[in-house]
């Protein structure tokens, strides 16, 4: 195969004999799918400066469930004043080793150490901003406990939040798109890159030549497909 040629993906070449030669595609059927509607806009956000952050889970330590890597980051937020704060899962867990002793149920640990602390940093900073409160975005983990093990993943279940940061806290689906501030921001919780990379076919370059950037073309083809997984079919241990 040429060095940049795709894995197995949605637009399907035309049907070719498989030999150790090289070859390319000649022809594709199909085309790839037309970009989705404008995603939700983050209502009240100020478009002349955009100041987003999408840290990744999980936000605690591998030998306790404080979730003191939450407490650090919602400081920094409040610090720094992000528009939006977009937190991709896992949040808890699923084979988290202290999760087996946690001494309350799944619900609640999601509840008390993470929903409460991003509702206690959104009340805190609607009160000192109130022209422009942060907006906070949870997306989930094939890897969640709470979270439907199936991809794409509904958003999160929980309560409803109290009235006043209602309209500022956001479950979303994985994947999911939103709009910050007039940007669109597409986001999802799965190592594309690395799964892309497992199923492409590349050559080494001829002697002398640049060595190509592998990180920029595997994400080419997450760009120039349109999806958020460019494979088809899918790993084997991905369940969709």
């Given at each position: 195969?040429?060095?940049?040629?795709?894995?197995?993906?949605?637009?399907?070449?035309?049907?070719?004999?498989?030999?150790?030669?090289?070859?390319?595609?000649?022809?594709?059927?199909?085309?790839?799918?037309?970009?989705?509607?404008?995603?939700?806009?983050?209502?009240?956000?100020?478009?002349?400066?955009?100041?987003?952050?999408?840290?990744?889970?999980?936000?605690?330590?591998?030998?306790?469930?404080?979730?003191?890597?939450l407490?650090?980051?919602?400081?920094?937020?409040?610090?720094?004043?992000?528009?939006?704060?977009?937190?991709?899962?896992?949040?808890?867990?699923?084979?988290?080793?202290?999760?087996?002793?946690?001494?309350?149920?799944?619900?609640?640990l999601?509840?008390?150490?993470?929903?409460?602390?991003?509702?206690?940093f959104?009340?805190?900073?609607?009160?000192?901003?109130?022209?422009?409160?942060?907006?906070?975005?949870?997306?989930?983990?094939?890897?969640?406990?709470?979270?439907?093990?199936?991809y794409?993943?509904?958003?999160?279940?929980?309560?409803?939040?109290?009235?006043?940061?209602?309209?500022?806290?956001?479950?979303?689906?994985?994947?999911?798109?939103?709009?910050?501030?007039?940007?669109?921001?597409?986001?999802?919780?799965l190592?594309a890159?690395?799964?892309?990379?497992?199923?492409?076919?590349?050559?080494?370059?001829?002697p002398?030549?640049?060595?190509?950037?592998?990180?920029?073309?595997?994400?080419?083809?997450?760009?120039?497909?349109?999806?958020?997984?460019?494979?088809?079919?899918?790993?084997?241990?991905?369940?969709?």
């Amino acid at each position: 195969m040429l060095c940049g040629s795709p894995p197995p993906n949605a637009v399907p070449p035309s049907e070719r004999e498989i030999s150790p030669e090289p070859f390319n595609v000649i022809t594709a059927t199909g085309r790839p799918p037309a970009l989705p509607a404008r995603p939700p806009s983050l209502s009240g956000a100020c478009r002349s400066r955009v100041h987003a952050s999408a840290p990744v889970g999980p936000f605690t330590c591998s030998d306790d469930l404080s979730f003191a890597p939450l407490d650090a980051l919602l400081e920094q937020a409040t610090s720094r004043r992000a528009l939006a704060l977009v937190l991709v899962g896992p949040f808890v867990e699923a084979d988290h080793p202290a999760l087996a002793a946690a001494e309350v149920g799944y619900e609640d640990l999601f509840e008390q150490r993470v929903m409460l602390k991003v509702e206690a940093f959104l009340a805190a900073a609607a009160e000192a901003y109130p022209h422009a409160p942060p907006h906070v975005v949870l997306v989930p983990s094939p890897r969640d406990v709470l979270a439907s093990p199936v991809y794409p993943q509904p958003p999160l279940p929980r309560r409803r939040s109290p009235e006043q940061i209602a309209p500022l806290l956001h479950l979303a689906p994985n994947p999911a798109a939103i709009d910050v501030g007039g940007v669109r921001i597409a986001v999802g919780s799965l190592d594309a890159l690395l799964m892309i990379g497992s199923a492409e076919l590349a050559s080494a370059p001829q002697p002398g030549a640049p060595r190509p950037d592998r990180l920029l073309r595997l994400a080419s083809h997450v760009l120039q497909q349109r999806s958020f997984l460019p494979l088809l079919p899918p790993p084997a241990d991905l369940p969709v």
